[in-house]
């Protein structure tokens, strides 16, 4: 029996077939692809993946902040960020594709790119397909105990449990871990795309980013479920301020670390760091990725921050949804600038396919549709607040 009233329910079901069926299609076109054009599918596929992957731990990190700090809007969103930090286990699944690929996706992992570059091999102590594939295995295994543990002791709360008030001790350590290992992460995953590169601040851009995304994909499917019981109680004015305000703060954060990391490499004026930009000035039409870089100034920081500076606006909701999937369409370029333009056979043979499009598509379709199923499982505000505020009544079918 759902925790959730039935015209909820019925709503999140309207979009979660829908996303299941189109996830598919997607899907079977990207098959084709990987046969017919396997580089570009891997390089498409990678972006794609780390898109997705974004908006779960990031989902993750906001469960982990409210449990931390408190405060009603995590009471209002805290159900959501657990459904969609519980889609951890889909991710798993979907990083085979990226294991089975690594010659496509890296130059340390491809022979012949290797032969040709042999300043990158005293790096193959780190950066080997084997212990590549173990870390990966440390990070997923390290990141799904912490969310089905958080999990537990959260369904627990709703149950009256004494026991489930350590969850700001435990969430606190969580993201001291998510930290760290996403740092790894974004250094595997992402900067070994151009060994040459380096950067210390690269995971910390990472990682707002996808708090941005974690956070921006609640607040888009906020106007769905709060005018519904019990949720509508918390659905005051001063709570959406302070969702906008969080949009904020992580806007601005993201354009911080991005303009300090480009201070820091101008200044340096080094060669191995500056082409990790040149590589974008490159691409299937002159100066493609400089209009990329200009779009990503605009409209992920310079037009959100203006328009979240008004609080009027930041009272509305559907005005919040509808800048949420601004941010989220923005920042999926924000990945594709990011991941796309380095790698083995990048640089001026890079050229635009259609698989861009499909494989974030597939995985968006999946995701959708197992972050609803989960949504509609649950029980909307736990009943103890390890806060101490005043419990909410939840009321059942």
Same mark, same amino acid.
């Given at each position: 029996?759902?925790?959730?009233?039935?015209?909820?329910?019925r709503r999140l079901t309207a979009i979660q077939w829908p996303a299941l069926l189109l996830?598919?299609?997607?899907?079977?076109?990207?098959?084709?692809?990987?046969?017919?054009?396997?580089?570009?599918?891997?390089?498409?596929? @990678?972006?794609?993946?780390?898109?997705?992957?974004?908006?779960? &731990?990031?989902?993750?990190?906001?469960?982990?902040?409210?449990?931390?700090?408190?405060?009603?809007?995590?009471? &209002?969103?805290?159900?959501?960020?657990?459904?969609?930090?519980?889609?951890?286990? #889909?991710?798993?699944?979907?990083?085979?594709?990226?294991?089975?690929?690594?010659?496509?996706?890296?130059?340390?992992?491809?022979? $012949?790119?290797?032969?040709?570059?042999?300043?990158?091999?005293?790096?193959?102590?780190?950066?080997?397909?084997?212990?590549?594939?173990?870390?990966?295995?440390?990070?997923?295994?390290?990141?799904?105990?912490?969310?089905?543990?958080?999990?537990?002791?959260?369904?627990?709360?709703?149950?009256?449990?004494?026991?489930?008030?350590?969850?700001?001790?435990?969430?606190?350590?969580?993201?001291?871990?998510?930290?760290?290992?996403?740092?790894?992460?974004?250094?595997?995953?992402?900067?070994?795309?151009?060994?040459?590169?380096?950067?210390?601040?690269?995971?910390?851009?990472?990682?707002?980013?996808?708090?941005?995304?974690? &956070?921006?994909?609640?607040?888009?499917?906020?106007? #769905?479920?709060?005018?519904?019981?019990?949720?509508?109680?918390?659905?005051?004015?001063?709570?959406?301020?302070?969702?906008?305000? &969080?949009? #904020?703060?992580? $806007?601005?954060?993201?354009?911080?670390?991005?303009?300090?990391?480009?201070?820091?490499?101008?200044?340096?004026? @080094?060669?191995?760091?500056?082409?990790?930009?040149?590589?974008?000035?490159?691409?299937?039409?002159?100066?493609?990725?400089?209009?990329?870089?200009?779009?990503?100034i605009g409209l992920h920081f310079l037009v959100p921050f203006f328009l979240l500076l008004?609080?009027?606006?930041?009272?509305?909701?559907?005005?919040?949804?509808?800048?949420?999937?601004?941010?989220? @369409?923005?920042?999926?370029?924000?990945?594709?600038?990011?991941?796309?333009?380095?790698?083995?056979?990048?640089?001026?043979?890079?050229?635009?396919?259609?698989?861009?499009?499909?494989?974030?598509?597939?995985?968006?379709?999946?995701?959708?549709?197992?972050?609803?199923?989960?949504?509609?499982?649950?029980?909307?505000?736990?009943?103890?607040?390890?806060?101490?505020?005043?419990?909410?009544? $939840?009321?059942?079918?």
């Amino acid at each position: 029996m759902t925790n959730i009233p039935p015209i909820l329910a019925r709503r999140l079901t309207a979009i979660q077939w829908p996303a299941l069926l189109l996830g598919l299609v997607a899907a079977g076109a990207c098959i084709w692809g990987a046969v017919a054009y396997p580089n570009d599918f891997y390089h498409a596929y @990678l972006y794609a993946y780390l898109y997705w992957l974004g908006g779960t &731990l990031g989902a993750l990190a906001m469960v982990m902040i409210f449990h931390t700090t408190g405060g009603l809007w995590g009471r &209002l969103v805290g159900r959501l960020a657990e459904a969609a930090a519980l889609n951890l286990p #889909l991710m798993t699944v979907l990083f085979i594709p990226i294991a089975l690929g690594l010659r496509h996706l890296y130059p340390w992992a491809n022979p $012949v790119h290797l032969a040709a570059h042999p300043e990158y091999l005293h790096r193959q102590a780190y950066l080997n397909p084997t212990f590549f594939g173990l870390r990966a295995a440390l990070y997923f295994v390290l990141w799904n105990a912490l969310t089905l543990t958080l999990n537990q002791r959260s369904l627990r709360q709703s149950q009256h449990d004494p026991h489930s008030n350590d969850l700001q001790a435990l969430s606190g350590g969580g993201l001291l871990l998510y930290a760290v290992t996403m740092t790894f992460a974004s250094v595997d995953w992402i900067m070994s795309r151009d060994p040459s590169f380096f950067s210390t601040i690269f995971g910390f851009i990472v990682m707002v980013g996808q708090a941005l995304s974690g &956070l921006a994909l609640l607040v888009l499917f906020l106007p #769905l479920v709060a005018d519904q019981p019990p949720l509508y109680r918390l659905a005051q004015p001063q709570v959406y301020i302070d969702l906008g305000n &969080l949009l #904020l703060v992580q $806007v601005i954060l993201w354009a911080y670390m991005s303009f300090v990391q480009f201070l820091v490499i101008w200044m340096g004026n @080094l060669q191995a760091d500056i082409m990790w930009y040149t590589q974008r000035e490159q691409g299937q039409r002159p100066h493609a990725w400089m209009w990329i870089g200009a779009a990503l100034i605009g409209l992920h920081f310079l037009v959100p921050f203006f328009l979240l500076l008004f609080r009027a606006l930041k009272r509305r909701p559907r005005f919040l949804a509808a800048l949420a999937l601004g941010l989220l @369409l923005i920042h999926l370029l924000d990945v594709f600038w990011l991941v796309v333009p380095t790698g083995p056979q990048r640089g001026p043979q890079w050229h635009f396919t259609w698989l861009y499009i499909a494989t974030p598509v597939a995985i968006g379709g999946f995701w959708l549709a197992a972050f609803l199923a989960l949504a509609k499982r649950r029980v909307l505000i736990p009943i103890v607040d390890p806060h101490g505020e005043p419990a909410v009544e $939840v009321l059942h079918d």
